[in-house]
């Protein structure tokens, strides 16, 4: 479903990738690995166009992303897309609430409760984001991922900051998105995430790499 097909970025003479090829499908949950500096984040940032690879395309369902004029972009990234940081990217001052109201797509029924509930957090929508702990703010964007339901997630080290038990509700809410047919990508140096993904593809190689790490939860 999304594709980097011969895909380049380079930032100045500095080459991070060359021919890079990529096909995640809808319903495969993919691990981006790879040294520090390999361009995983930069990668994400491409699929997500947020940043415009150097050179080869990024097909989406057929048509050409990079292509793409800034209204298009803008479309593709609110109808299909889903992004989940390690800093939670929370509009801090503002409620739950409000934090997953920004989620919805035109039409779309909010189903708050539900995903709340899933993540752990019933009853909590009046909240103020800047109040909660780490764990709790990055509940509340996995519950805006549900309220959202995009069909593409990109996570720059989603547990990057995480203890155990919220990084296992990040993996387990990401493997559901999947299950339910989203494409996800998870940029990630955890190997109990990376197990937990379909497959590895190493950014610093461009090849698949084993799924390998530790079968213990992360
Ligand atoms: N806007 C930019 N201008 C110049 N260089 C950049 C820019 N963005 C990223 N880089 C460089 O590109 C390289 C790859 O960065 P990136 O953040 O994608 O790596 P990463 O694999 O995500 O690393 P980490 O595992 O530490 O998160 C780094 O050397 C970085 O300094
Ligand atoms: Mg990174």
């Given amino acids: 479903m999304i594709t980097a097909e011969n895909l380049a970025k380079s930032f100045g003479d500095r080459v991070l990738w060359q021919g890079l090829d990529l096909t995640v499908e809808a319903g495969q949950t993919v691990a981006l690995v790879g ?32 292509r793409l004029g800034s209204g298009g972009r803008r479309r593709f990234r609110r109808d299909r897309l ?15 609430r409000t934090n997953l109201d920004v989620a919805r797509r035109r ?36 519950a805006r991922l549900l309220v959202k339901r995009p069909s593409l997630v990109l996570a720059d080290e989603p547990t990057g900051a995480l203890d155990a038990d919220n990084a296992a509700m990040v993996v387990e809410v990401l493997r559901q998105l999947g299950r ?13 995430v990376r197990a937990a993904c379909d497959r590895a593809f190493d950014v610093g190689t461009g090849r698949e790499a084993a799924p390998s790490g530790p079968a213990s939860p992360p």
């Fill in 82 to 96: 889903g992004y989940l940081f390690q800093d939670y990217a929370l509009i801090e001052n503002a409620t739950v």
């Fill in 35 to 66: 040294a520090s500096g390999s361009g995983k984040t930069t990668l994400l940032n491409c699929l997500g166009l947020l940043d415009r690879p150097s050179g080869g395309r990024i097909l989406y369902e057929g048509a050409d992303l990079t």
């Fill in 107 to 142: 039409g779309a029924r909010p189903g708050h409760a539900a995903a709340l509930e899933r993540v752990g957090l019933a009853g909590r929508e009046g909240e103020v984001v800047h109040r909660l702990s780490g764990g709790e703010r990055q509940r509340v964007a996995l």
């Fill in 180 to 192: 339910e047919g989203c494409a996800v990508v998870v940029a990630t140096h955890n190997d109990g």
